[in-house]
Every structure is written in C-alpha cells, then in structure tokens.
C-alpha cells in the first residue's frame, strides 16, 4: 500500500507590498527607498516577495489607505500575481486593516506588525522578550474588534452579538492586565538597571554606547574591538538584546563598550517606549559611537533616521563619535581612509568622524584613538595594568 507523506514545514508565504508616496510627510525616503527595506523585513521573516505597489497621494486614505482606483488594481493583481498576504508600508489604523482584509480576502498586515514579528524572533534574554510581548500587546489591543467581525456577520440575534461582545471586553481586560504585568516587570528590569548603573559610576568606568541603523556593523565592530563572539548575520536586526564588554586602550584607560537594538526608518514610538530599560542605557552613557554603513545606498537617509531617533530620546547634545563602517565594500585601501568623506548632509566635525571596516580591522585604533582622547578629556578614568586594547 502506498503511504501518504504529510508535509510538516509550513509552506512560504507570498507577500505582496504596497505603500504610499504621501505628499504631506516630511520623510526624506524615497518611497522606492522604502519599499526596498520593506522587502528586505519580509524576506527577514521568512516571506518571499512576489511583487509591489505604490501609489501617490496627498494622505493615506483613512478607511483603505490606498485610494479606491488603487484597491482594485490590487484586488485584481491577485489573478496572476497570487500572493497570500498583503504587507503595508505605514502602520494601519484599525479601521484600515478591517476594511482591507474584508477587501482583499487575505491575510493583511503592517510594517509594525513585521517588525514586531522579527523583534520575536530575535529576542532570545528574559528582558527582550519581555519587551517584545509589551509592544505586542499594544499593538493587539486596539485592533482586538476585529478580531470578532465572524460573529457580527452571522447576523443578529441571540448567541451571535451579545456572545461576541462579552468575549471581546473579556480579551480586552486579559490584554490589559497582561500589559499590566508586563510593565510592572520592566520596571523592576528598569530598578535593577538603575542599580547596577549607580554602580558602574561609583567605579568611575565611562561608558561608550553603540548606535546606528540596523545591520550598520555594531555587533560585527563590537567583536572586533573586544572578541565578544556576539551573533552576527546579514539580516535586519539579528541581534536584539544588549551586550557589554570591558576593553582597556593602549594608554591604560578602561571603559565598558555598550550595544543595543539597531534603529530602523518607522521605527513606532510604542516600540521604542516598550524598549525603554534598554535604551536608557543610551541616557546614561559618556560617549554615542554612532555606526553607518557608508556603502548602502541610502547612508545618509540612514544617518539622518537614527539622529531623529536620538533626538526624540532626548540625547541630540550627547557627544558622539561616527564611524563610516564598511570601507572595506568601498574599495578604500586602509591607506586611504584618511581620505574619505562622508556623503551624509549635516556631516559631523572632522574631529568626531573615522572612516573604518570593522570585518577587516582597518581603522580601529584610530577611532580608539579618538574614543581615547574622549576619556582623557572629558572623564575621570581609572587605569588598569595591560597596555593592549583588547579585552580580556
């Protein structure tokens, strides 16, 4: 008899994208740009991507976000171009996701909510996860309605309206207790932070913090100034969670070398309130060592979205340091990269800037060099016994 073999790896999902050109937003992205990154997210969680759209408008529309013309381009589409999920550029409004998913018949999601769903993957401490599941939670919550549009379709009547209400303040009071405790549990992450911090000032050790664009390089130039072994892959966020390692300069001086989550353009700000424990490790340091990838072809949109970032954090005046990573993809001789300047608008001082490969070693002790001249200048700090910069 013949045996039937069940498959057991789910199947790729086809995901068409599709984002609006709005005139009204300041953006300095490219729509093109834009859609590029978020393919690039797609392909991150596991999505292959059949094909895209764009459209021009003052706004996005406020019940479909694409105009009614648009929709039914769409709709159409699917008839030789069979995707089975939709992905949108911007975050919907309830109201939007509701009205495109009755529209399109497929699943529907946003940008959010594939970030959200690449955050999950990568957290891998307590803390991230943590995280992760308060910026889902409020995400969920107002979008729960629709969650139960099955029974208001049933029609009226007993059993199918009253039921489907109950349930929906039922989850919505689950939702809201979980946020609840998920928050009292970042803030004693929040309390333990403060107190290891508190800590670390009473050891006069200074902390540099590392900032940039998702895979700019942080983890790869974190590994080769202390041999961290910290994950480094090719990919949109892949790592999540924050690391710290102690280095010691050539001149004796110690301080803690710190990574967090990469930035990334439409980047929600409950997202980023979510990772409020994590980034206050931002606040509290001595010195932001700001990565760019000066190779990728949207650099100085990528510099100009992380600078936006520090800024509604409240960290614009932090002194900084900025290291044009990736020289090595440039075809820049470690000879030349004195030579290199960078293609962003609003460059920062000369003084504050190096050009580096952090996967070749090119340019490291000259921006410890300049992390050096930091300390000594503007910091109290201690002396340790090696003379070498590596960690030990």
Known sequence: ???????TKAETEKAFLVGVDSKASDDSWSIDSSLEELSYLAKTAGAEVIGRLAQKLERPSPTHYLGRGKLEELI?????????????????LPRQQRNLEEALKVKVIDRTALILDIFSKRAHTREGQLQVELAQHQYLLPRLAGQWSHLERLGGGIGTRGPGESQLETDRRLIRKRIDRLQRQIEAVRRHRALYRQKRRRSHIPVVALVGYTNAGKSTLLNALSQADVLVENKLFSTLDPVTRRLALSDGQQFLLTDTVGFIHKLPPHIIAAFRATLEELAEADLLLHIVDITHHDAAEQFQTVEKILADLNLA????????????????????????????PDKPPDDTMVAVSALKGWGLDKLLQKIAAFLSQNHDVGCIETASHRSR
Do not use: H, S
């Not at 008899?1 to 498959?7: A, D, E, G, I, V």
């Not at 159409?76 to 919907?92: A, G, H, T, W």
């Open 76 to 92: 159409k589409m699917r008839e030789y171009c069979p995707y089975d999920v939709v992905i949108f550029n911007d975050e919907l």
């Open 317 to 344: 005046g932090k002194p900084q340091i900025t290291a044009l990573n990736k020289m090595d993809l440039a075809m820049k001789a470690p000879e030349e990269l004195a030579d290199v300047a960078p293609t962003m």
């Open 1 to 7: 008899m013949r045996q039937t073999l069940l498959k």
